[in-house]
């Protein structure tokens, strides 16, 4: 087992609105990766969280954003979509330098 | 910044036949080196890791991969392959040198066996 779980499993918006994308990492984990995965662009590095804080972001605007809780799971928010935001979200939690990751949510924006 | 190429984007192969996906990576001082399988319609799941120690990786399902530092390669190979080996296959490397352990990946390979 992955030992994270990721909410929802599918996620349809439009243009515009905002989308809000859960993970839960297994207790103990304080490590946090998020990933996007869009036709044609691959997977592409998101964000890093840990203890909290945001540790490390890729070449995303910042209209991605996240925050990560005293519980260590983790929230990814996508402001003001673009259709080209439609993607597989992956999220990944730490293991002893191994990263382990959840079943992803599939954003549609239309 | 780290690389990764696969250089195949699919790779077609009849049942029990033997396989190889490769994998390039750029040089860095130290790296972790992964592959991942992807099945349709859900997550990564690991297939081997190279951190340290023995080239020579073994993984689920029948999988082994060899780190070759002078090539900067991690190919992928299984003796005889099944029709549920079908999937996509995803080269990762994370330099471990560099706070956070960020993977960066290859392109994907199709492997699809065929009966």
């Known amino acids: 087992e992955a030992g994270v779980t990721q909410s929802p499993t599918h996620l349809i918006k439009t243009r515009g609105q905002q989308a809000t994308l859960r993970c839960s990492p297994i207790s103990g984990h304080t490590s946090v990766y998020w990933y996007q995965q869009a036709l044609g662009l691959g997977l592409q590095f998101l964000l890093w969280?840990?203890?909290?804080?945001?540790?490390n972001r890729g070449n995303f605007p910042p209209r991605f954003s996240g925050r990560q809780f005293p519980n260590y799971s983790s929230e990814l928010n996508v402001n003001a979509l673009e259709l080209e935001d439609s993607a597989l979200y992956l999220c990944a939690r730490l293991d002893r330098g191994t990263q382990f990751f959840g079943p992803g949510t599939r954003l549609t924006v239309l | 910044a780290q690389s990764v190429t696969q250089l195949d984007s699919q790779v077609p192969v009849f049942e029990e036949a033997p396989v190889e996906l490769r994998c390039n990576y750029s040089s860095s001082v130290s790296v972790y080196l992964f592959w991942y399988v992807q099945y349709p319609n859900q997550g990564l799941q690991l297939l081997l890791k190279y951190l340290s120690g023995s080239t020579l990786v073994k993984g689920i399902n029948g999988f082994e991969a060899e780190f070759n530092k002078s090539q900067t390669s991690f190919h992928l190979r299984k003796p005889s392959v099944h029709i549920s080996d079908t999937a996509e296959y995803f080269c990762a490397v994370s330099d471990s040198a560099e706070y956070g352990n960020k993977l960066v990946f290859g392109a994907g390979t199709i492997l699809r066996v065929k009966s």
């Open positions: 969280y840990d203890e909290g804080e945001e540790r």
